[in-house]
């Protein structure tokens, strides 16, 4: 039996939101009784980005901003991999909103979780592109990630909770985990996260949220009316939480890896197999 | 028919006797959609069935569309890896190709002129040359019905002019057009061969040309380029994760692979800009897959976070730069050597690399082979780095399949790690290099970071700790060291002048270096094919040298100041530089280096 | 009298939709008699990154995919100025995108357009985001980058044109350059500009496009609806042109420039005014 | 009371008798609420008001919020650019200061330690320090109902130690709280009071203190880092853009301007990414303004692609590196030197550049000028580049506003722009820098590309013109030479040894020459000012030297090699490397050196 790293004690401060994140991860990863060899958790950097290092399973700390490429890449090499991407909204939203988008036009099937504080907590408190009139321009409306994620056709997943509704968060983060797990393709996941350091908005919030899981007139496979409802919310001062949009569009690696192939993430050692092609494509250069 | 020839029994001497030629510079010339390349492909097919080396290069102007486009190709007894100085043949299919190439035709040169848009522009060829003027155009649309079979009967008339014979004439259009029907074949002989009997008319008969080419014993022998050798290398040594973004000249990398990665699995991506593709690289090669990308200057600019970060976090990664003229956007068609600096010293911090530089596209593919397996072996950034040569196409003896070697370093198999007791991610060993497991392996879990970290990659700001990661990652260079190729060394070792250059100047440096011979000026010439870290033999070399001069396609003397920096005498060395976008020709070097021996 | 730079020719291919751009911009410049030397075209790399050279304006070519960053730098020193960013789909909609979703969220008072023809045309022929179904994911949809604009709270006017259909393009370009001018924000036009070399579309555009100006009913000025009409019409595959939405935030430059002061592009020589301020900056470190 | 002092009066020799002191360390440490920072603020004020020199710094764990976090503070009647080697005295408000710092703690030192939380831990401090225990924390709760107030209870106990009087301890407070009102400010007095009371009852009375420090002349001095200086600089010489992105440690530049910039009509702009920053700034820079932004490794990195544009597009451009241990994120709060190569060679292509190294906060305020000048003035891009000075705070001379000169180089006037004739934006003219018209301006419509272009800035590939260009640009590096700062160069003249450093190594290597003169062993120092182009003076100064060692923050010896490639003689250089992320301390570096000189 070989042991591996103790996985590390958070370094949040009490209070902080992620706490909430990590628990429901946990949770979630437990109740689908996922193994911690076969999840890969891939972080971005900020307070949110040390979370891969505190659940025992393989875990990788991205660059800034390109958490996102980062677990496409992943999830290529290693279909058979639970990918599960994480970070802040400074990570996600600022320096890394066009990998955002351009994810969500992919549709690969791997979980992103972004935790949503309103703020660059480890950087000490720069208000993020989530932040309503920011310092640096008042006039500036928060991004609405969600709103976002519906612009864009191929999106397939898109959902909100809070650290301070765990219970709606853990049923997310297991339904994030399926819609990716079953090759439905991108499962986005924000959490309203607050930061008790830097932006305390766990009341502000509280007072806020709007779950729309229990609105039975709600329809999350139809994406106008999701938007329609996020947009007459927003005017309310509230924010919707709950699956928010949920449907089907073909996948980044339906489209590129044939199916039951050996992953490319384990390498053959054994050419012998391909050599016939390898002189194929050489004959095509003699002259 | 109203073909003039013009000089064609008089100019230089010889009158129209035939010439033995074992070394030719074609160039053939027009608007985008006039077929110059596929002339070009054709006589590449002769000559290589006559057994001559071919160097083939072509020149598209930066016009979008249409505009000017230039192939040009040498054929040679003897292999050469560029061209001839003065073009021995020129067919132009207009007034701008005699413009633009006039001035490069050689005094005894031949120039065959298609009329067809305008008279032969004056005071342009040399008067020695000699012009042979063909409507090609009009003469394909009369009897062809279409513009587009000049080439083919362009191609009749060059053939007669370098005395082919018909049959290895008809050889290269069936060749070329293999895929064809028999049916659209037809109208392409046809034109062909209406360039033969144009040929005739002026009493070019096969036995008759202007030119006699010899026949040689031919070897086993492919044409490629640089870009594709290098790919090539990639897929023979298990590539099989790529993520670029187009750019000049280094898309043709991401092409060539989207092309055959289907058949082995593997996957090429098109990202969404190079910060993308470099981290969905990361992405793959972390998981497990042997993973590449190429850029070139501005793309491998925004890269540089990224290469760091590899050889901080300990992630394998082969980066192609293909460089080209900068600095930023620069010359994007225009090859260069200015990207030495910032492969060798680009992103912050020090962590480690290397850089190789291979100058022919057998080094390309061998490198191609030897970079993927470094970065499997010491899990960090490998460089390639490529400069015009990655868009030459050469004709060199096929590659060597067999001699492909597969190496994973440390990768562990599921067995191993059972075994282990215990897995850290960044054990600390004596050769500097880790263990390695890949998500997914049970009991293989660890931690993955670019932060300073402890063996488990915890993160950890321990001096302690810091000190022995930075010297075990330091290490790796060490125990990789013997596998880094040496410089490349001819010429003559009691020669007092040394001559150092890379990539594309090799070639060039070895026919100056047999012309300068001629002439009583001895060379040794070193070649380096490891840039990073720069191999003692360099050293060496300068030091060994009474004087060196380092010859580099760039303004700054960038090589030079790597040989510097590792510690190469500096009073020793003299830069020759070149920077105007266009490759240093062998009269250039050999001026050149002429002009320093006499001014001591 | 001095002269200036003799306005480039045109390097674009027979029949590609970016003269149509052009044509349309030096129609609407010359229209509202805005005067070259107070204007700055910036433009993105591609085939469309070649119009700042044509029209005797001040020019500049910026790093691919970074104009809009740029251009709010230039707005911000010079609000006199009439800033008109431009580039491609692949410069805009791929690498540059980040910078799209920030920049409508900022709100600055500029102009950009983006010449959309699917394609890569400066660097032949590779499929760009507004691709469907590209060659390297046949799965993807096209970026659409209206909605994605919709979906941006912040977003002031966001409008499409067909380089078929020049008389409307010359109406939108006037009105986009008004939107901006006027100062009420960011001017989004998106024209569909045919690349007749790698993808051409103008026969399959001519028959998709759907004028939204001639629609009485339409309202653009109600996000919702433009949002629902992009849906519904994308469901017929229709494209809708016109002015999709228009609306008014605050901007960028009344958050951070005082309203009247001398643009700080202008340098002054004389400091004389500002010792004081710096004399009392020093004085607060003495300790 | 329940305090007890150990070793009060017994310890090394003198007992309780005052020690004369001209040059002190003060540690002060605890958790991220205690209140570390604000009693070396108290004591900041005092010491400074006695005419010492101060040098400050302070440590904050990684851990997010709480954590461990110290801070140090020197004061020496002679100017000092570092720590003392050993803690003079160390006031602990936990056993994890002990823990941490106690090892540092000098043999003769004294130890304030607050017991609120347990009891001393035992074996780390060295047996002859002195031990006053206090219960802080348990005395501000019980006498003032918070335990915030345990900084002001601990400062006063700390001024008695530290024989300051009760007058002086009480201006500190005052100065520090001169904002709040007398309500709020009297509890905090109360809590010095009852640390005075305290220390009396210890017979640590004003003029019965351990330790005595002088009185001494007090010049016009500021308080201030690095970071703040270089902007303070920037702002001065009319700097009015910045745009940033939040990195460690360079925000404060950003938050510096941020705060400043309303009252001058400048705009400071957090950007969504390093690469919208960049760009911000080249598109306000463009247009006229004069404009910088700063940053740390990743984000230099990412900002590449924009320098090297600016360079081809001749757009001035000041980029402050606020460079710390790398690679990739590495130690994100830990100093280093080691974006060396990454600011001298990184960015593809040639094009002219000026890296300015300051090494105290006055030159940091002297090249924040400069640098925003020479921008203007060469049109390219000018990097400052910052180490760990960037956050330790200096007590300097006030800078002298009076020397700022402003230079817009050459800027043209509208009525210079109507007298040209004809305006070119890339004129080639004869030291490389073009005439330059701003947007807005009438008649001075010009194109600015960063693709090589000709004078008018249309895009050109022609082999004349690009020579033409390449050389105009480089030839503005010889045009702005006579502007660069020279080498700093101190000791003795006949020295054979010579030692080169950089940055903040600078001041420890002033003091360990110092001692290592006392020791016999004679040094010249230099400290080179200007890294790029790296200037003849150093050169001259490394072949002028029997001996040189190299000292410097990184692993590889960046500056070494780029003194080697300047030219240097490799053969004379010896590297002295440090990279635990811990700064150099003077006895490090006596050792280091002595350990050398031994060696030979
Ligand atoms: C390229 C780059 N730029 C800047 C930074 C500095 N940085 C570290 S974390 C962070 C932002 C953290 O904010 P967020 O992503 O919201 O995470 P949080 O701390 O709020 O959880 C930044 C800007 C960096 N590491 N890399
Ligand atoms: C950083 C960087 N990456 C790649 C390139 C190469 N490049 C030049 S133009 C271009 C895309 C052009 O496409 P688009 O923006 O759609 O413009 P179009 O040519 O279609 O008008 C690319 C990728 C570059 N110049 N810089
Ligand atoms: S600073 Fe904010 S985001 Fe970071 S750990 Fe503390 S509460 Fe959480
Ligand atoms: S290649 Fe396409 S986009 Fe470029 S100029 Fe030609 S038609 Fe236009
Ligand atoms: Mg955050
Ligand atoms: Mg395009």
Known sequence: ???????????????????????????????????????????????????QNNLGTYGYHAMHGRVLPTAIGTA????????????????????????????????????????NNGTYGLTKGQDSPTKDAPDWAPGEDALDAITLGLSIGSST?????????????NELTIKALEHARSGRGFAFLEVLSPCVTYNDTYPLWEAMVHDLDKDADYDASDRTLAFTTCMKLKDDHRIPTGVIYQGDHPTLEKALLEEGARPIAQIDSDISEHRPKLDAILENCRV | MNARTQDLSAGSGSGSATTARDDVTVMVAGQGGDGSLTVIAFLSRALSQRGLDLFRTSNIASRIKGGHAAAILRGSAVRRGCLGDKLDILVAFDDEAIEKAGPSVADDGIVIYDVSRGPLPGGILPPTARVIEVPFGRLAVRDLRRDLFKNCFGFGVLSRVMGLTDDEALDCLKHRFRRLSEEDLMPNIGALKNGFAFADDLDMTTDHGLIELPRLEKEDRIMITGNEATAFGFLAAGGRFFAGYPITPATDIMDWLGKRFPQFGGVAMQAEDELAAINMVIGASLAGAKAMTASSGPGIALMQEGIGHCGSAEIPLVIVDCQRAGPSTGMPTKPEQSDIGLMTQGAPGDFPRVVLCPGTPEECFEYGVLATNLAQVAQCPIYIALDGLCQFTYTVPAFDLDSVEIDNGKRLSDAEISKLG??????????????????????????????????????????ANRIAMVDKRARKIDSIRHRLPGAYEWGDEQAEV?????????????????????????????????????????????KNCDRVYVVELNKSGQLAQLLKSAGAPAQKMQSILKYDGVPMSVAELVAAILEKERAR
Chains 1, 3 share one sequence.
Request: proline share 6%; aromatic share 8%; glycine share 14%.
């Open chain 1, 157 to 169: 997943f898109l959902a909100r909770g809070f650290a301070g509704a765990p219970e709606q968060l």
């Open chain 1, 76 to 115: 290529l090499a290693n279909p058979a991999l639970t990918v599960i991407a994480s970070g802040g909204d400074g990570d996600g939203y600022a320096i890394g909103v066009g990998h955002f988008v351009h994810t969500l036009k992919r549709n690969p099937s791997l979980v992103y979780i972004v935790m």
């Open chain 2, 422 to 463: 215990e897995y850290r991610r960044y054990a600390i060993t004596e050769d500097g290099i880790s263990p390695w497991a890949i998500p997914g392996q049970p009991e293989g879990m660890g931690l993955m970071t670019g932060n300073e970290r402890n063996e488990w990659g915890q993160v950890s700001t321990d001096p």
């Open chain 1, 1 to 51: 039996m070989t042991t591996n790293y103790k996985p590390n004690q958070p370094i949040w401060c009490a209070g902080c939101g992620h706490f909430g994140v990590q628990g429901a991860l946990k949770y979630a990863l437990k109740t689908l009784d996922i193994q911690p060899h076969e999840t890969m958790i891939l972080a971005g950097i900020g307070c949110s980005g040390s979370i």
């Open chain 2, 498 to 542: 040394g001559v150092v250059c890379v990539g594309m100047v090799g070639d060039v440096l070895a026919e100056a270096r047999e012309r300068l011979a001629e002439q009583g000026t001895i060379l040794i010439c070193h070649r380096p094919r490891t840039l990073w870290p720069l191999l003692d033999d360099t050293v060496d070399f300068v």
